[in-house]
C-alpha cells in the first residue's frame, strides 16, 4: 500500500509494480492538493541546493543521472510525452553583485565536474534574443534539463495503470503495524485495508498521518509556492529556449519555456500553509519576469496556482524505514528532480535490500 499519489508515490507505485509487487495506491485524488502539479519542473542539481548542502548536492547528482533512462522508460510504457527538455539553464545577471554571485556559482559547477560555461551580455542574448538589452552576463549550465511536469505524472498515472497498480480514493489517516503486517485505515472510502508493508508518501501531509513516528511529523512542514503559467496568442513563435534563472533586485525568478510555448514563471517561498493566491506575489513575480523577459508582456495570462513544499528541518527529503513503514516524504523544492531516484530507493526497500549510499544522510533516523 502506498498513500499518496504525487510523483513520489506514483513512481514508487509504478516501479514498485514492475518488479512484480501487488499495488494499491491510496489518494483523496484532489489535484488541488498536490504539489507535484504546482512545480515549475525544472531538473537542475545545483540551481537548487545551496552551498554546503553537499549531502543534498549528492543526491541530486545521483537524481539527474537517472532522469533521463527513467524518463524514456516511462514514455515508452505510458505511449506518452513528458516534454523534456535538455537545453540547459541560461541564468543571467543586470548588475556587478549579480555578476560576482554567478561566478561563484559557475566556480563551484566547475569543481563538482558539471558543465558552465561563461557568457557575456551579447552572447545571452543571441541564445535567448528576448532577454532584456541590459542583461550583462550569464552562465549556461548545460547539463540541467526540466520537465513539463503535468505531462510527467499523467505519464505515470498511466504507467502505474498499465503495470496492473490498483488505485482507492480516500486519505489515509492511520497505518499500524500489526505482527507482519500494517493496518491501513481510510476515510473517505470507509475501508480498512491489510498489507504487507505500506509506503508513506503523502508529501507534506505525511505528518498527519497517525502512526507516522513523532520526529517526522515534527520534521515536515508545509512551504507555499505561487507560480505562474503564461501562454502564447496563437501564432506566436516561441520567445524562449532555455530555462532562464535571474536575481532581480535581489529576488530570484525563474521563467520555464514548454514544448507548447507555455511560460512557467516562478515562484514565491513562504513560510505558510494556506493556498490563497495573493495580488502582491503575482504583481511581484510579473514585474521580475518582465524586468528579464520584456516580452512576456505579450504572452496571455493563464493560471496563477498555489502549493506546498514537503519542507524538512534540513531541507533534505526524508527516505527509509521508521516504526515499520517506508517513509518517502519531505522533498522540498527538489521532488521532480528526485522522483525517479526516489522510486528506485523505495523499490530496493520494498525487496529487502539498501538504497544506494547517497540515500544514507536522509534516513528517518537522523531526526530528532
Ligand atoms: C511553486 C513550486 C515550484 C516547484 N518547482 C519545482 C521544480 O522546478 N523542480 C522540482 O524538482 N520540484 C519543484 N517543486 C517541488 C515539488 O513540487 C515537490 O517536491 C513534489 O511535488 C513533492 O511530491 P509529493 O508526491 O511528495 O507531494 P505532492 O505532489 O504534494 O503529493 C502528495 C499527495 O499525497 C496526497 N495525500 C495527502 N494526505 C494523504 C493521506 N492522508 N492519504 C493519502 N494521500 C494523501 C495528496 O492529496 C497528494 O496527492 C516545486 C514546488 C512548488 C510548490
Redesign the pocket.
Known sequence: MI????????AIAWRAALVGLAVTL?????DA????????????PVS?SVFGERDLLNLNLLAISRFPGFNAELEQAAGQQTGLRTEGTLAVAYDGGDMAALNRLTAFRRSIGLQARELDGRRCRELEPFLAPGTRGGVLATGDL?VD?RRYLAALREAARKAGVATLT????AVRQGAGHVRVT?SGADAELSAPQAVV??????G??DGVPETIRKALRP?????LRLRHPRGMPPILTHTVRATVGGRDVYL?PRADGEVVV???QEERGDTTATAGAVHDLLRDAMTALPAISELTFAEV??????GTQDNGPIVGLAAGLII??G?????????AATADAVTELLSGREPSAQWLPFAPGRLG
Open positions: 498513500a499518496g499519489g504525487g510523483v513520489i508515490g506514483t491510496v489518494d483523496p485524488d484532489d492538493d498536490k504539489a507535484s502539479l504546482v512545480a515549475a519542473g525544472m531538473l537542475g537548487e526540466s511536469n480516500g486519505a489515509v489517516t481510510v508518501a503523502a508529501g507534506w501531509a505525511a498527519k498521518i512551504v507555499k509556492g505561487q507560480i520555464v516562478g515562484a514565491t496556482s498555489v502549493g506546498l513544499r514537503p518517502a516524504a522533498h522540498f523544492r527538489n521532488g521532480i528532480l528526485l522522483s
